[in-house]
């Protein structure tokens, strides 16, 4: 029903900046919860920023360096990333759900890749 499109993936360098985009196909006021999650070949996908009821959550990992934005007027969201390291490389993605517990709706995922 509810597509999403992430965009904005890419090779940097080390100490670099990207800003990924979550594209939605409709309306996102009624998605409570959105977030940004990551996952590198053989590990566990893991939460990196996540939007929730006027709070915003971020990997201890990312604190300081990442920052998660939604425009409900554009219908998308955004993680400006920063400082970005090595470690950061991995496959982003965007979900979108109604509440907290949902697991809701999920991007394709757009590669990041941090060279030093």
């Known amino acids: 029903q509810v597509q999403l499109v992430e965009s904005g993936g890419g090779l940097v360098q080390a100490g670099g900046s990207l800003r990924l985009s979550c594209a939605a196909s409709?309306?996102?006021?009624?998605?409570?919860?959105m977030g940004w999650y990551r996952q590198a070949p053989g590990k566990q996908r893991e939460l990196v920023a996540r939007?929730?009821?006027?709070?915003?959550n971020y990997a201890d990992s990312v604190k300081g360096r990442f920052t998660a934005s939604r425009d409900n007027a554009k219908n998308t969201m955004y993680l400006q990333m920063n400082s970005l390291k090595p470690e950061d490389t991995g496959v982003y993605y965007c979900?979108?759900?109604?509440?907290?517990?949902?697991?809701?709706?999920w991007g394709q995922g757009t590669q990041v890749t941090v060279s030093s």
């Open positions: 409709g309306s996102i006021f009624s998605f409570n919860v």
């Open positions: 939007i929730s009821y006027g709070g915003t």
């Open positions: 979900n979108a759900a109604r509440y907290l517990m949902d697991s809701g709706y």
